[in-house]
């Protein structure tokens, strides 16, 4: 259910882990290499679960595990590279994501997904499509999430994908 939407941002209710998942896996599929996907919302609110998703739709046949400890792993699929990094424990914000050697990772044919995005925001492009999850608020129900989509790039192509079965 979509229950906002303008030009650049639009809001839809995931109700469940696995729609959390298809909402992922949909935005994959809207979207090409180079890409920077900014993941933020609270402990537990779904964002890994987000990832599983959307390492599906980028044909990504690896297990994904949370890199909480590990800070980044990476994987390959047929046409992509796709780095997943945590920032939540990551020291010194911007400057601990260089250090991790951020700058290394942009590639023609790479995608970066951050969890706690918000945390290294000013070492972010511009053209970073930013995924905000909210738990839930007033009469939502426990499993119910806020998921928003903001870009500023192929806006009509990712409401389209994600909005398709909502
Ligand atoms: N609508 C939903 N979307 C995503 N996760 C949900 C949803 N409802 C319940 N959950 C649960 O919330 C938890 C989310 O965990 P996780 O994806 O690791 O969060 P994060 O990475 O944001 O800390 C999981 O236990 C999942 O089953
Ligand atoms: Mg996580």
């Given amino acids: 259910m979509i229950i906002s939407d303008n030009n650049d941002k639009f809001t839809i209710v995931?109700?469940?882990?696995?729609?959390?998942?298809?909402?992922?896996?949909?935005?994959?599929?809207?979207?090409g290499p180079p890409a920077v996907v900014a993941l933020v919302g609270d402990l537990g609110v779904g964002k890994t679960a987000f990832v599983k998703g959307f390492a599906s739709g980028l044909g990504v046949k690896?297990?994904?595990?949370?890199?909480?400890?590990t800070l980044m792993n990476s994987y390959t699929s047929d046409s992509v590279k796709l780095y997943h990094i945590d920032a939540y424990r990551l020291k010194g914000g911007a400057a601990g994501l260089i250090e991790l050697g951020f700058e290394d990772l942009s590639a023609p044919d790479?995608?970066?997904?951050?969890?706690?995005?918000?945390?290294?925001?000013?070492?972010?492009?511009?053209?970073?499509?930013?995924?905000?999850?909210d738990?839930?608020?007033?009469?939502?129900k426990e499993t119910d999430r806020a998921i928003s989509i903001d870009s500023e790039d192929s806006m009509d192509r990712i409401r389209g994908a994600i909005t398709k079965d909502a």
């Fill in 14 to 31: 995931s109700e469940s882990v696995e729609d959390t998942f298809r909402i992922g896996k949909n935005l994959a599929r809207a979207i």
């Fill in 62 to 69: 690896s297990e994904i595990t949370s890199p909480t400890f």
């Fill in 110 to 133: 790479s995608i970066i997904i951050i969890e706690w995005a918000e945390q290294v925001k000013d070492i972010l492009p511009l053209e970073r499509i930013l995924v905000t999850i």
């Fill in 135 to 140: 738990h839930p608020s007033g009469d939502m």
